[in-house]
C-alpha cells in the first residue's frame, strides 16, 4: 500500500486569512481526491484531479496536482469559519481502492 | 436519495461480545466499501465489495472480523469476539464502478463503537 503524508497535522487561524494544507508522496497515483469531514458525519468529496499539473478551483479553494502526480495541495483564500473541518487526501490505488492520508483538521476562528 | 445508511449510530458493548454493524448502500452502486478511522492510524480501508464479491480484503485486521454482502442493497461487518482496540469510528461507503477510474464514494454517517 502507497502512503500520503499530509502536512500540517493541525491548523488554526483567523477568519480571512489564506492558508495551504499539503500531501505528499513517494508513489504516483492514478488520480488524487480531498474530501472534507465535519464532526459526527462521514467524508464528503470536494474534488478530484487526475493530469499531472492540473488545477481545479472551487469557489475560494483551489486544488493542484503535482505534475508528476505524486503530490497534491489544497490552497484556501480568506478562510472562514464555515471551512472548519478535517481535509483528507486520498490516492487511488489499483481497482479505485483509496489511501488516505492522516488528514489536516482546520479551525477558522471568527 | 436517502445516501448511505449506516446502523446503529453508536454502540457501546463489553469485551468479548459479538458486534454487528449494518450498511445499506446507494440504490443503484455497485461497489461498497467498509472503512475504520481513529486518530492513531486515520481512515483505514478493511474491505470492499463489487458486484457484492469481496475483492479486496487484506485491510481486515484479523480473524476476528469478517464481513458479508448477501445483495446488492445490504452489508454487514461483524466483530466476534470484540476487543478494547476495535474501538472507533467504522464507515460504510459505496459508488458505482463502470470501469474507468475516479469513482465518487459516498460515505455513511458512521456507527461510533466504544468496547469496553
Known amino acids: 500500500t502507497q502512503l500520503l503524508e499530509q502536512s500540517p497535522q493541525f491548523l488554526s487561524i483567523q477568519e480571512g486569512e489564506n492558508l495551504t494544507v499539503y500531501c505528499n508522496s513517494s508513489?504516483?497515483?492514478?488520480?488524487l481526491q480531498w474530501y472534507r469531514q465535519e464532526p459526527g458525519e462521514g467524508p464528503v468529496l470536494l474534488v478530484t484531479v487526475v493530469t499531472g499539473g492540473e488545477v481545479k478551483k472551487l469557489k475560494r479553494l483551489t486544488f493542484q496536482f503535482g505534475d508528476a502526480r505524486k503530490d497534491s495541495s489544497l490552497h484556501i483564500t480568506a478562510a472562514q469559519p464555515g471551512d472548519t473541518g478535517l481535509y483528507l487526501c486520498?490516492?487511488?490505488?489499483?481497482?479505485?481502492?483509496?489511501?488516505f492520508g492522516a488528514g489536516t483538521i482546520l479551525r477558522v476562528k471568527s | 436519495d436517502a445516501g448511505v445508511i449506516q446502523s446503529p449510530r453508536h454502540e457501546v458493548t463489553e469485551m468479548g461480545q459479538e458486534v454487528t454493524l449494518r450498511c445499506k448502500p446507494i440504490?443503484?452502486?455497485?461497489?461498497l466499501f467498509w472503512y475504520r478511522q481513529t486518530m492513531m492510524r486515520g481512515l483505514e480501508l478493511l474491505i470492499y465489495f463489487n458486484n457484492n464479491v469481496p475483492i479486496d480484503d487484506s485491510g481486515m485486521p484479523e480473524d476476528r472480523f469478517s464481513a458479508k454482502m448477501p445483495n446488492a442493497s445490504f452489508s454487514t461487518l461483524k466483530i466476534q469476539p470484540s476487543e478494547p482496540r476495535d474501538s472507533a469510528v467504522y464507515f460504510c461507503?459505496?459508488?458505482?464502478?463502470?470501469?474507468?477510474?475516479?469513482?465518487?464514494?459516498?460515505f455513511g454517517p458512521g456507527t461510533r463503537l466504544l468496547v469496553l
Open positions: 486520498a490516492g487511488e490505488e489499483y481497482g479505485n481502492k483509496l489511501v
Open positions: 461507503a459505496s459508488s458505482f464502478r463502470s470501469g474507468g477510474p475516479q469513482e465518487t464514494q459516498y
Open positions: 440504490s443503484g452502486h455497485n461497489s
Open positions: 508513489s504516483v497515483f492514478s488520480s
